[in-house]
Structures are given as structure tokens and as C-alpha cells.
């Protein structure tokens, strides 16, 4: 069994959209062996994808295919994260020095919160 890669990575939820998917491979940023890969391309169980998103490339391995798009909680079922540890630790400062960062979980900012973030940045 095979899957277009573009469909793959919407259904694991590496895009939020098909679209995304399909330019991303259009951009040459989705390839295994180091080949661009087209939109089109079928995976198959077994194959290392290589998905660059912003400077860091995350490594992936075809463990499944899912029917549709899948939950979160349910993504590890489909794909094995492959990705070297220092390239995660790279991606966890890129998300912390890119503008606002809050932690997972608390929530959406208070009305204060805010307030001193609009602060913080207008000063």
C-alpha cells in the first residue's frame, strides 16, 4: 500500500492544510535520500522523509497510513520521529526566541496578560 506524500503529511499533521503539503514539495523542502520529492510522489512503509521546516530538518519514518487525518494523540501509530536531538533542541529555541512563547497548557492570556505584552513590545 501506498500514499501521496503530500496527503501523508496533512493526515500526521506535519501541515495544517493539503496545500501547505503540496507547496512544500513544490519548495523542495520534503525529500527522501536527499531527492526534492513532487506532491505526487507514493510513499511506502519504511521510507525516511526529510521535512524541512523553517532551518532545521525533521526526519520521519513511514510506519503507516492512516485513512484521514488523524488526532494528535494518535500521530505516533503512523510515523516514528527519526530526527536528531540536537536539531529538536534547535527547534525548541527557535520557537522560544520567535516573538510571544507561552508553555502548553496554560491557557489563553488574561486580559492583563495582555496588556503587558503589548507593553513590553511597544516600549
Same mark, same amino acid.
Given at each position: 500500500?501506498a500514499m501521496r506524500i503530500d496527503k501523508y503529511l496533512w493526515c500526521i ?7 501547505? $503539503? $503540496?507547496? +512544500?514539495?513544490? @519548495?523542495?523542502? =520534503?525529500?527522501?535520500?536527499? !531527492?526534492?520529492?513532487? +506532491?505526487?510522489? /507514493? *510513499? ?6 526529510? *521535512?524541512? #521546516? !523553517?532551518? =532545521? =530538518?525533521?526526519?520521519?519514518? *513511514?510506519?503507516?497510513?492512516?485513512? %484521514?487525518?488523524? +488526532? +494528535?494523540?494518535? *500521530? /505516533?501509530t503512523y510515523r516514528a520521529e527519526k530526527t536528531d536531538p540536537a536539531e =529538536? /533542541? ?6 522560544? &526566541? %520567535?516573538? #510571544?512563547?507561552? /508553555?502548553?497548557?496554560? @491557557? ?13 513590545? &511597544?516600549?
Amino acid at each position: 500500500m501506498a500514499m501521496r506524500i503530500d496527503k501523508y503529511l496533512w493526515c500526521i499533521r506535519v501541515y495544517k492544510t493539503r496545500t501547505l $503539503a $503540496a507547496d +512544500a514539495c513544490k @519548495g523542495g523542502k =520534503i525529500k527522501i535520500g536527499g !531527492q526534492p520529492l513532487k +506532491a505526487s510522489y /507514493e *510513499v511506502k512503509k519504511g521510507d525516511l522523509l526529510e *521535512v524541512k #521546516i !523553517q532551518s =532545521i =530538518i525533521r526526519k520521519y519514518e *513511514v510506519l503507516d497510513f492512516p485513512k %484521514s487525518r488523524v +488526532a +494528535a494523540k494518535e *500521530v /505516533e501509530t503512523y510515523r516514528a520521529e527519526k530526527t536528531d536531538p540536537a536539531e =529538536i /533542541e534547535k527547534w525548541k529555541t527557535i520557537k522560544m &526566541n %520567535s516573538g #510571544i512563547f507561552r /508553555e502548553s497548557g496554560t @491557557g489563553r492570556p488574561t486580559k492583563k496578560d495582555r496588556r503587558d505584552m503589548i507593553r513590553f513590545f &511597544n516600549d
